[in-house]
């Protein structure tokens, strides 16, 4: 079956996939990522993949607003120190200028540089950097592992999301009868993100439930209509309560993972691929959504504003 076409048709982003630590072979880098970057190439996407670089400021997230990128998919895999100062000051300013973001984290304090961020970082909880409110233990498994830590499932399973209707954009497909995408990646230990009340413009998207408490959790939360401090609409952001959607062994676990993951695997995706693929069009809602152009932007283009993201002329219809 071809990729479903959602609305209109959409031109090609510029897409930045990068990780928030240096190649280290034997943990999340960006090669672990690698499914996830055909399945945006597929779609028609040109996807520069790349993990961070030793100097204390990235060479390009400290610059990123300079450079010509659409979007950033932000894998945070750090414990802590993943971006610098420089870093997320360059990736503010891409938000500024209309870049799109997408943020990923995990577990506890497993990409807790996503603070620094803004609105973004106040979606995160973590377990010692903005924490949830009435937060507990969930994952009772691995004792290694504090909250915020949702049990979802196991890695390489399927976990049921739930949603308010009408059903956010990103949730839509063609593939199901319900017209929403009903099954994400599970993991046994997801983080934390919300939609503060403050936050007019942020929404959840999704619900996951945990398999070991019942307690329900988000999955992910959109930002869609911030105004900058300068009067002026940021760019859309996602902010996803683990990279484990995303991952390779979390898609196919014969992919392999760090050593250091321990849980025994699920082969339920194996036995069952189609809601897999079902899933694959929340990536390309996602890349769209994100691509979708604030009027400002259109507008810096058109007065020779070089910066202004290719696609800020991508006005859908």
């Given at each position: 079956?071809?990729?479903?076409?959602?609305?209109?048709?959409?031109?090609?982003?510029?897409?930045?996939?990068?990780?928030?630590?240096?190649?280290?072979?034997?943990?999340?880098?960006?090669?672990?990522?690698?499914?996830?970057?055909?399945?945006?190439?597929?779609?028609?996407?040109?996807?520069t993949a790349r993990n961070r670089d030793e100097a204390t400021d990235d060479s390009?997230?400290?610059?990123?607003?300079?450079?010509?990128?659409?979007?950033l998919w932000l894998m945070a895999v750090d414990t802590g120190n993943g971006l610098s100062p420089g870093d997320s000051a360059g990736i503010m300013r891409f938000r500024e200028r209309g870049g799109g973001v997408l943020t990923a984290r995990d577990h506890q304090d497993l990409g807790s540089c996503l603070v620094c961020l803004g609105s973004i970082g106040q979606l995160n909880h973590f377990h010692n950097q903005n924490p949830e409110p009435h937060a507990r233990r969930d994952d009772q498994d691995n004792p290694n592992i504090s909250w915020p830590n949702y049990h979802s499932g196991a890695n390489g399973a399927y976990q049921p999301v739930t949603t308010d209707?009408?059903?956010?954009?990103?949730?839509?497909?063609?593939?199901?009868?319900?017209?929403r995408i009903e099954w994400f990646p599970a993991h046994p230990h997801e983080g934390a993100v919300s939609a503060p009340p403050e936050y007019d413009f942020a929404q959840v998207v999704g619900r996951g439930r945990s398999t070991v408490s019942g307690r329900t959790f988000?999955?992910?939360?959109?930002?869609?209509?911030?105004?900058?401090?300068?009067?002026?609409?940021?760019?859309?952001?996602?902010?996803?309560?683990?990279?484990?959607?995303?991952?390779d062994m979390n898609w196919d676990i014969d992919a392999g993972a760090p050593s250091f993951v321990t849980e025994p695997p699920s082969d339920e995706m194996k036995r069952d691929p189609a809601r897999l693929e079902v899933f694959?069009?929340?990536?390309?809602?996602?890349?769209?959504?994100?691509?979708?152009?604030?009027?400002?932007?259109?507008?810096?283009?058109?007065?020779?504003?070089?910066?202004a993201p290719r696609s800020a002329a991508l006005a859908e219809g």
């Open positions: 079956m071809p990729p479903a076409v959602l609305g209109h048709a959409h031109a090609m982003a510029k897409i930045l996939l990068q990780t928030t630590i240096v190649d280290i072979p034997d943990d999340w880098n960006v090669g672990r990522f690698s499914l996830l970057a055909d399945e945006l190439a597929r779609a028609g996407h040109e996807v390009v997230l400290s610059v990123l607003d300079t450079l010509d990128y659409d979007q209707e009408p059903a956010h954009e990103l949730l839509r497909t063609d593939r199901n009868p319900s017209g988000n999955l992910a939360v959109a930002l869609d209509g911030e105004t900058m401090a300068d009067g002026g609409p940021a760019g859309r952001a996602v902010a996803c309560s683990t990279f484990h959607h995303f991952a694959k069009d929340y990536v390309r809602n996602i890349a769209r959504w994100l691509g979708a152009r604030a009027e400002h932007n259109a507008n810096a283009r058109e007065n020779g504003d070089v910066r």
